[in-house]
T-cell receptor
Framework: DAGVTQSPTHLIKTRGQQVTLRCSPK?????VSWYQQALGQGPQFIFQ???????QRGNFPDRFSGHQFPNYSSELNVNALLLGDSALYLC?????????????????FGAGTRLSVL | AQTVTQSQPEMSVQEAETVTLSCTYD???????LFWYKQPPSRQMILVIR??????QNATENRFSVNFQKAAKSFSLKISDSQLGDTAMYFC??????????FGAGTILRVKS
């Protein structure tokens, strides 16, 4: 059973460019969440996708956008890159249910994509 | 809004000893979940333990246990019989309805031989 996979593992871009990061969820999961983790800090929630729609969004500008495909995989797009966008981008998958038992709301993380903006 | 605070930037412990990592949180919800995740140098975030707020019993997973004090909004992680492989960044996180995780700033734990 494959876990959450992200590609690429590393990426180097220059300011102003655009980037697309990809995520395949754990088998059986239907919800994908994206987080940005700056060096030495905790992850910050960017947005969450379920049924191919953005369901929740954190405090990130519109330069950050995403997509979810019918097979539940997801992309994160960042336009007009800034130096401050350099970070580890984490994808997490889960089931879109809010249950009091069974651990079904646990988010499983991929190994992340390290983005460096020069 | 949810907030999570970890006041210990770094901790160290001798192999085989016990260490406790602190976490406080704030939420206006009555139903929520709390988590401890571990992030080793490999970057993969790994779930250590999960606590459901409506359960008074503290969660345990092998050498890992929590002290959940709901009234004080405190959620500490105790690691017993520390092993070298426990060396990692540890994040406390909360989740309200909607499955969005809010993380603390993390605590670096170093286990020394």
């Amino acid at each position: 059973d494959a876990g959450v996979t992200q590609s690429p593992t590393h990426l180097i871009k220059t300011r102003g460019q655009q980037v697309t990061l990809r995520c395949s969820p754990k088998s059986g999961h239907d919800t994908v969440s994206w987080y940005q983790q700056a060096l030495g800090q905790g992850p910050q929630f960017i947005f969450q996708y379920y049924e191919e729609e953005e369901r929740q969004r954190g405090n990130f500008p519109d330069r950050f956008s995403g997509h979810q495909f019918p097979n539940y995989s997801s992309e994160l797009n960042v336009n007009a890159l800034l130096l401050g966008d350099s970070a580890l981008y984490l994808c997490a998958s889960s089931l879109n249910i809010w249950e009091a038992s069974g651990g079904k709301n646990i988010q499983y993380f991929g190994a992340g994509t390290r983005l460096s903006v020069l | 809004a949810q907030t999570v605070t970890q006041s210990q930037p770094e901790m160290s412990v001798q192999e085989a000893e016990t260490v406790t990592l602190s976490c406080t949180y704030d939420t206006s919800e009555s139903n929520y979940y709390l988590f401890w995740y571990k992030q080793p140098p490999s970057r993969q975030m790994i779930l250590v333990i999960r606590q459901e707020a409506y359960k008074q019993q503290n969660a345990t997973e092998n050498r890992f246990s929590v002290n959940f004090q709901k009234a004080a909004k405190s959620f500490s992680l105790k690691i017993s019989d520390s092993q070298l492989g426990d060396t990692a960044m540890y994040f406390c996180a909360s989740m309200e309805y909607g499955n969005k995780l809010v993380f603390g700033a993390g605590t670096i734990l170093r286990v020394k031989s």
